[in-house]
């Protein structure tokens, strides 16, 4: 299996990783430019979903998955405070497009400050947000507050659904790999209505 495959892998990635994995990825997908293709929705889900079965702690999860996230969206916002403008010419690399910069750009003109806690639910946009608030000079006050929300609601809220789950659907091992499906699908909702209302246009 490839490093790339792996790390877009939840079952894989927890089963190999553990909790620790878990936190890592969610602190990379918000706080790295390449973390844009990390699985952080249905990572959480799966997550949530295996502490039913003890094979996560629930409490851990919990409490290292939101603190990071905060630190994650934190370190985009420093980044994008000491690159500036200069972020939106940058070259495009492997781990860089500025396709992505522009999208969190267009977000963060419509949504304002809520961005910050909108973009938790939306991928990719999720990861650039917080670079784009640190350019745009948000005051770090009233992103603290944001990411701290945004955080809190994201990643508990994907664990618990996915803990809930477990705990409530009858067999649940039959339906997981579906209801992984499903949020995968919904988490591209947002990104493809964009891409359409552009083509309309």
């Excluded at 996560?56 to 999860?61: E, G, K, R, V």
């Excluded at 267009?106 to 909108?118: C, N, V």
């Amino acid at each position: 299996m490839d490093i790339v495959h792996f790390l877009t892998d939840p079952q894989a990635l927890i089963a190999a990783l553990g909790v620790a994995g878990v936190v890592a990825v969610i602190f990379m997908e918000t706080g790295f430019f390449f973390g844009f293709f990390f699985p952080g929705d249905s990572l959480l889900f799966m997550a949530g979903f295996l502490a039913t079965q003890n094979k996560t702690s629930l409490a851990i999860l919990l409490a290292g998955c939101f603190l990071a996230a905060v630190l994650g969206d934190a370190v985009g916002y420093v980044v994008g405070k000491k690159a500036g403008p200069a972020i939106f010419v940058k070259d495009d690399s492997l781990f860089f497009n500025r396709k992505h910069v522009a999208r969190a750009q267009h977000f963060y003109e419509k949504y304002g400050k809520k961005t910050i806690f909108l973009a938790r639910f939306v991928p990719i946009v999720r990861t650039f947000a917080p670079v784009v608030a640190g350019v745009g000079g948000m005051r770090y006050r009233t992103f603290a507050a944001w990411n701290i929300a945004g955080g809190l609601a994201w990643t508990w809220g994907m664990l618990l659904l996915g803990y809930g789950f477990g705990s409530i659907i009858p067999d649940p091992d039959r339906y997981v790999l579906p209801a992984v499906a499903v949020i995968v699908v919904i988490s591209l909702l947002p990104p493809l209505r964009e891409i359409l209302k552009k083509r309309m246009l």
